[in-house]
């Protein structure tokens, strides 16, 4: 009797202690869930840094400002582009909701490091004002009216030519919706979007310059004088049929 209760008791550590580890096993695999999960129900309603989703930490909430759409869901993007073919420049994804303001310098200077080339002058809206720039007299904001030339008071009218270009973006080179995965998986969709956008852009000016090589050849075409048919040509032939000549019927008096 005393063996089988040793053995029962044996049998009953080990059953606990492979529950034990499995236990703690399941735990570290769901720990980051775990977390999560007591994070979304300790937070409030007006608390900051708020979790949105489960599968996406890194999504916010961005105030649009708009009456059709006061709020949108994701990560804040900063595009750049020329000032008139409105080809993209740089792309960066901005996550913790900063500041406009507080982002415009390092979208310049990921600008100036893709080209190449200094940034002569920036047009931006008015959610920029107090930016972080290192040169404040390049930067122009929409609707100023002071300390503007009639080139700069030009280019600067061209500035929301960018919206219809993010509209673009979002809809056709899925900007508005990221299927990679966290905040690396945000800013790889971001450089991605800004290039699917340049190649359609690129296409786009190559389908307009075929075309118009194709109209300057038919118009070179159609200048050219007709030729006339000469009298060797007997039996000339005319939609793939050989026409002849029938002899004329002799005159009645």
């Known amino acids: 009797m005393l063996a089988a ?3 029962q008791d044996s049998v009953a550590r080990g059953r606990f202690a492979t529950e034990q580890l499995s236990h703690n096993q399941l735990t570290s695999h769901f720990a980051r869930a775990l977390a999560l999960v007591d994070r979304l129900l300790a937070q409030q309603r007006h608390d900051t840094g708020k979790l ?4 996406a930490p890194e999504v916010e909430c961005l105030a649009k400002g708009k009456a059709h759409k006061k709020y949108e869901f994701g990560v804040k993007v900063s595009v750049a582009v020329t000032n008139r073919s409105g080809f993209v420049l740089g792309m960066m994804a901005l996550p913790g909701n900063p500041y406009d303001g507080h982002t415009l310098d390092g979208a ?5 490091r893709l080209t190449g080339t200094p940034i002569a002058r920036l047009y931006v809206d008015r959610g920029y004002r107090g ?3 290192r040169r404040k007299d390049r ?3 929409s609707g100023q009216r002071r300390g503007l030339t009639p080139t700069i008071r030009k280019e600067l009218r061209r500035r929301s030519a960018i919206e219809p270009a993010i509209g673009h973006m979002k809809s056709d080179g899925r900007l508005g919706r990221n299927y990679l995965l966290g905040t690396l998986g945000d800013a790889i969709n971001a450089i991605l979007a800004g290039v699917g956008y340049n190649l359609r852009l690129i296409l786009n000016w190559l ?23 000469s009298h060797r040509d007997e039996n000339p032939v005319v939609h793939g049929r050989l026409l002849t000549r029938s002899p004329s019927a002799p005159s009645s008096r």
């Not at 949105?52 to 599968?55: A, D, I, K, P, R």
């Not at 310049?108 to 100036?112: I, N």
């Open 5 to 7: 209760y040793s053995c």
């Open 52 to 55: 949105y989703s489960l599968h």
């Open 108 to 112: 310049a200077r990921q600008v100036e």
């Open 131 to 133: 930016h972080n720039d």
């Open 139 to 141: 930067v122009f904001l």
């Open 207 to 229: 389908r307009a310059l075929f075309a118009l090589i194709v109209t300057a050849l038919l118009r070179i075409e159609l200048r050219k004088p007709k030729r006339q048919p």
